[in-house]
C-alpha cells in the first residue's frame, strides 16, 4: 500500500492555528497521509516536491477539525421522559432526585440491561453525533452504582469505538449517586463499591479519566478526594461535575489536582475561576442541562475569559437533565444562552474539547495531527452555531477513511 499523500483541494480551512479570526486559511490545502495531516496551507505555497496519489475537490466548502464531544453520558438504560412531564409541573431537579428519581431510576434501568442491549442503544446516540461531524466523544460510567454494572458500562463504551468510526474516551464516574441500598451511608458506598470498582476498571483497561458529581443531592469535596486520591495512586486524570446547583468548592478542589476539567459551574465564584486558570483546568459548559432544567444562574463566562480558563462545550447527553445528541445544536444554544461568540463556541468543541480530554493529537488542522476532519456547506464559520436544527455536513474524514462526498 502507497504511502503517498491525498489531497483535498478546493477548500476554506479553519485551522484554529493560524493567525486571525478562526485561524482560516482561505483556497486552502491539506494533504492527508497515514490517517495524519502532512500539510497545511495556501494552495499557492504548495510545496512543489510533494508527490501525491490523489485529489479530492471539495467545492470550495470549509473544513473545520472533526467535533469533539468531550462530557456524555451515551451508556445507560431506560428514558426518563414521565421526569421531565414532572418538572414541567414544578418539580425541581433537586425534588425529582429526593423522590427517588433522577440518577437512581436510570440506575435500576442500567443494571437491568444487558451488555447487548446497553451497546445497542448507546450506538444509536453514538450515530447521531457522528452524523454531525463529531470523530472524538467521551462516554462515562455512573449509571451502574455497583461494580458490576459500572465495568459493563466501560466495557460497552469501548465497545462503541469498535463499532463506529469515532474515538472513544472513557470516564469512570463511580461517584456519581449514592445508590437506594447505601442511602444515608456515603462514605461506606465510596468503601464498599466505589474504591473496588475503579481498582477494576483500572486493572481491565477501561478507563481513561476519573469522574465525580460534587453536589448537596451527590459526593463533598472531602469524598470526591477520596476517589481522586486513588485516580492519582493509579495515575488517571480526573475531571469533575461541579458547582450546577451550588457552590461547594468542587471545581477548586479538582483544580488542586490538575484535574482536566471542571464541568458545569454555573455556580463557581472567583476564587474558583483562579484556582481553574492556575491549575490548567478547562471549563466545560454543558448549555444542555442549564435549558432542560430551566435553570437561571449563568455560568461566569466573562470571569474565565478575564481569566484565561479555556472554555470547551458539550451536550452532557444523558436520559434526565440533558437528553440532547446535538453538538450543533450545543453550539447554538452556548452562544444564545451564555453568550459565547460563534468562535468561541467552535473552538469549545474543538481545541478546547481536546484538551478537556486530555489529548494533544485532534482539536486543530496542523502537521502531525490526526486527520479527522469535519467538511462542511456552509460559507462562514459561524453558520455551524447560528443555525437551528439544521446540519450542514458534507462529509466527515476520519482518520485516513475514504472521503464520500
Not at 40 to 63: I, S
Not at 150 to 173: I, N, Q, Y
Not at 312 to 331: F, R
Request: overall charge negative; charged content about 20%.
Amino acid at each position: 500500500m502507497t504511502s503517498a499523500p491525498y489531497l483535498l483541494t478546493n477548500l476554506t480551512a479553519a485551522t484554529l492555528t493560524a493567525p486571525g479570526p478562526y485561524g482560516l486559511i482561505p483556497d486552502a490545502v491539506i494533504a492527508v497521509e497515514a490517517g495524519r495531516v502532512r500539510w497545511v496551507g495556501p494552495r499557492a505555497a504548495l510545496p512543489k516536491d510533494l508527490v501525491v496519489r490523489d485529489q479530492v475537490d471539495l467545492g470550495g466548502r470549509l473544513v473545520t477539525p472533526g467535533l469533539i464531544d468531550c462530557h456524555t453520558h451515551l451508556v445507560h438504560g431506560g428514558n426518563r421522559a414521565a421526569e421531565f412531564e414532572m418538572r414541567l409541573n414544578g418539580a425541581s431537579y433537586e425534588e425529582v432526585a429526593r423522590a427517588g428519581g433522577g440518577i437512581v431510576s436510570t440506575v435500576r434501568a442500567t443494571r437491568e440491561a444487558s451488555e447487548e442491549a446497553l451497546l445497542d442503544a448507546a450506538l444509536c446516540r453514538a450515530d447521531a453525533l457522528i452524523a454531525e461531524g463529531v470523530t472524538t466523544l467521551e462516554i462515562k460510567s455512573g449509571y451502574g452504582l455497583d461494580i458490576e454494572t459500572e465495568l459493563r458500562m466501560l466495557r460497552v463504551a469501548r465497545a462503541v469505538e469498535t463499532k463506529r468510526p469515532v474515538r472513544v474516551r472513557t470516564s469512570f464516574l463511580g461517584a456519581h449517586a449514592v445508590p437506594p441500598e447505601y442511602t444515608g451511608r456515603a462514605d461506606a458506598y465510596i468503601d464498599d463499591i466505589c474504591l473496588p470498582a475503579l481498582r477494576a476498571a483500572h486493572e481491565q483497561g477501561l478507563v481513561d479519566a476519573v469522574d465525580g458529581f460534587c453536589e448537596g443531592i451527590a459526593f463533598s469535596p472531602t469524598q470526591i478526594a477520596r476517589v481522586f486520591d486513588l485516580a492519582k495512586e493509579l495515575d488517571l486524570p480526573v475531571k469533575l461535575h461541579a458547582e450546577q446547583l451550588s457552590n461547594l468548592g468542587g471545581a477548586a478542589m479538582a483544580a488542586g489536582y490538575g484535574a482536566l476539567s471542571a464541568d458545569h459551574i454555573e455556580y463557581l465564584d472567583t476564587a474558583g475561576v483562579t484556582a481553574m486558570a492556575k491549575s490548567g483546568t478547562v471549563a466545560v459548559l454543558l448549555p444542555g442541562a442549564f435549558y432542560t432544567l430551566h435553570e437561571t444562574q449563568a455560568p461566569p463566562v466573562q470571569t474565565l475569559r478575564d481569566q484565561g480558563v479555556p472554555i470547551a462545550l458539550a451536550t452532557d447527553a444523558n436520559p434526565g437533565s440533558s437528553p440532547l445528541t446535538s453538538l450543533l445544536l450545543t453550539m447554538n444554544m452556548g452562544c444564545t444562552l451564555f453568550r459565547l461568540t460563534p468562535e468561541e463556541a467552535l473552538r469549545g468543541v474543538t481545541v478546547h474539547a481536546a484538551r478537556a480530554l486530555g489529548l494533544k493529537d485532534v482539536g486543530t488542522i496542523a502537521c502531525g495531527q490526526r486527520a479527522d476532519l469535519a467538511v462542511w456547506s456552509v460559507e462562514d464559520p459561524a453558520e455551524l452555531a447560528y443555525r437551528i436544527g439544521f446540519n450542514p455536513l458534507h462529509t466527515r474524514i476520519f482518520g485516513d477513511a475514504p472521503c464520500r462526498h
